[in-house]
């Protein structure tokens, strides 16, 4: 079967990495999570000082824009690729409360999208990749071969986070991480460069009530088809 690029967008926290990886290892493909690479712009941004207060320095972190070279090495224990920054794993510390809370503003930042976009083209030039975000089957890759659209309500959004993070140990509450999730779906849909929309030629998945198993049997049978037209 040809390699093909697969684009899964859709809102925060809607099961779109455990989808995409799975796929990804079941079909030898490359997993990228491109919201990943946002949230480690915001770390990055958080521990250097340049978000002080809830505000951006954004002439400093466009100045330091270059200082920030993202790469993923899978990692076999989680069966999923680490993002490090620099060569070192940030995987946990992009995903606290802290970088939710800041991530969506540092993803509106037209500088921050165009070197990110640069490099996901990188990443996905030789085909046979999946990524994961919000602009992926609209901006970064157009062309796509499957695009999926997947969405779930708010309150069950919230709950598979509060679940991810309880897990780890961090103390949270229910009603913030909801705010949270409602928050960022209102900025990612409403930014003015690559808001999160359905491509016109997406397959739209509501995962609400569907398993795991579910939702990885209708995402292989998917990509079954686009990679045999
Ligand atoms: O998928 P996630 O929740 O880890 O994404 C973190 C943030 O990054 C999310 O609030 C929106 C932003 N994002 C984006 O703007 N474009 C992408 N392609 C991926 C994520």
New binding site residues.
């Given amino acids: 079967m040809k390699k093909i690029t697969i684009a899964i967008d859709g809102y ?2 809607c099961g ?2 455990t989808m995409a990886k799975d796929l990804a290892s079941e079909i030898g493909y490359v997993y990228v ?4 690479m ?2 480690t712009v915001t770390l990055y941004a958080l521990e250097h000082g340049i978000i002080k207060d809830g505000q951006i320095d954004e002439e400093r972190l466009s100045s330091e824009m270059k200082n920030i070279e993202i790469s993923f090495v899978f990692n076999p224990e989680r069966g999923r690729p680490d993002t490090y920054l620099s060569g070192v794993c940030v995987e946990n510390r992009i995903r606290t409360l802290e970088v ?1 809370n800041h ?2 503003h540092i ?1 509106a930042l037209g500088f921050v999208r165009k070197e990110m976009v640069r490099q996901q083209h990188r990443m996905g030039k030789e085909g046979g990749i999946i990524m ?5 089957g609209t901006t ?1 890759f157009p062309n796509a071969e499957l695009k999926i659209f997947v969405t779930a309500s708010p309150e069950v959004r919230a709950q598979r986070r509060y679940d991810e993070l309880t897990a780890k140990g961090e103390i949270c509450n229910m009603a913030d991480i909801l705010r949270n999730v409602e928050e ?1 779906d209102y ?2 849909t409403h930014r003015d460069i ?1 808001p999160l929309r359905q491509a016109e030629d997406a397959i739209v998945l509501d995962n609400s009530s569907l398993t795991i198993a579910e939702q990885k049997a209708w995402l292989l049978q998917a990509y079954q088809k686009a990679a045999k037209d």
């Fill in positions: 925060s926290s779109k990495s999570d491109s919201g990943a946002y949230r939710s991530v969506s993803a994961d975000g919000r602009d992926i970064v960022r900025i990612d690559s």
